[in-house]
């Protein structure tokens, strides 16, 4: 009789763990990650510090995950400027709208790097718009989704 | 001091003169005098190479010789022209070889238009903006969808990014 495979949360299943973050201390050498909480209920954080692209800008990122069976993305908070179209408050990035489909939101087999630059590319996207005029008229580069939706609003 | 020896050669010198004021007047605190720069344009330009080459020499050439001492006054009849006083020989020789390092890298990288446009932004920051042509063409990047540009500036691990929509309270 077969044994059903024993389900783990990602962050305890080393070979998941090693291949999430294949890459990132390549590039990001002073990310630290951590555990807040036991089991699956645990919450894993990675604080790191990048650069916005083609800006002498530096960010303090904190990415927090679920652990789950695969990561599943929490939040992202970041320090310096709060003027931005979109944010959760002042400190949380609004990527992507939270029911968008997997083709349109980073998905955990992406991996953790590419996480990183989709945050990277964000926060260029935010200085760029405070650059080119804020909230009178500056540019987004790149799609934005629409807002309004009563069952946007609820969520 | 600066006539002769034919006039293509003084509109030569001339040319480069004024690049290299531009150049050093630049900085907050200017290494050196406009009356230093136009001695060393005396000595180090050849009228036979192109501005930038003389522009670089006047200001590596220009290094090595402040190194050993100060420029003479090119009528020898003065003293030595004088380093500013707040400013090391040390920092003068320096920053002259950072101006020229960068004209030399511009030079030897010529077909490659983003290359010298940075390291020309090194010496003539008020004139060049390097870093508005970037923002510009990665914001057109994003906003075409040219992944391979985009990963070309943003680095590894960005390369078949999806495209997302931004969302949020506005």
Redesign the interface.
């Known amino acids: 009789m077969a044994r059903r495979a024993k389900r783990t949360p990602w962050y305890h299943d080393f070979r998941k763990r090693l291949r999430f973050e294949a890459?990132?201390r390549?590039?990001f050498a002073e990310i630290r990650d951590r555990k807040i909480g036991k089991g699956w209920r645990a919450e894993i954080v990675y604080d790191l510090t990048v650069d916005v692209?083609?800006?002498?800008e530096r960010r303090k990122v904190t990415i927090r995950l679920s652990n789950f069976a695969d990561p599943t993305l929490k939040s992202v908070t970041v320090d310096g400027s709060t003027e931005?179209?979109?944010?959760?408050?002042k400190t949380d990035?609004?990527?992507?709208?939270?029911d968008?489909p997997p083709?349109?939101?980073?998905t955990s087999a992406?991996?953790l790097?590419?996480l990183?630059?989709?945050v990277?590319?964000?926060l260029?996207?935010e200085a760029?718009w405070r650059?080119t005029g804020g909230y009178d008229g500056g540019?987004?580069?790149?799609?934005?989704?629409p807002?309004g939706d009563a069952k946007?609003e609820a969520a | 001091m600066l006539n002769g020896p034919t006039l293509s050669d003084r509109v030569h010198r001339a040319r480069v003169i004024r690049l290299a004021k531009a150049a050093v007047k630049g900085d907050d605190s200017p290494v050196v005098s406009s009356f230093n720069v136009e001695a060393l344009a005396l000595e180090h330009v050849d009228s036979d190479d192109t501005i930038a080459e003389s522009l670089r020499d006047v200001f590596l050439d220009g290094a090595d010789a402040l190194e050993l001492g100060d420029t003479p006054d090119p009528a020898g009849v003065s003293d030595p022209i004088k380093l500013p006083d707040s400013i090391s020989r040390t920092e003068v020789v320096n920053r002259l070889r950072e101006f020229g390092g960068a004209l030399e890298a511009a030079i030897d990288n010529s077909d490659d238009e983003e290359r010298v446009r940075t390291e020309l932004a090194r010496i003539f920051p008020d004139y060049i903006d390097v870093?508005a042509s970037?923002?510009e063409a990665?914001?057109?990047a994003?906003?075409t969808g040219d992944s391979a540009k985009?990963a070309s500036?943003?680095?590894?691990?960005?390369s078949?990014?999806?495209?997302?929509?931004?969302?949020?309270?506005?």
């Open positions: 890459g990132v390549k590039e692209p083609e800006y002498m931005s179209p979109h944010r959760r408050g990035l609004c990527l992507w709208r939270w968008a083709e349109r939101q980073w992406e991996g790097l590419a990183i630059q989709y990277r590319i964000h260029f996207r760029y650059e540019v987004w580069a790149g799609d934005e989704a807002h946007d | 870093e970037g923002k990665l914001a057109n994003l906003i985009v500036v943003v680095g590894a691990g960005s078949g990014l999806k495209s997302t929509a931004a969302y949020g309270d506005g």
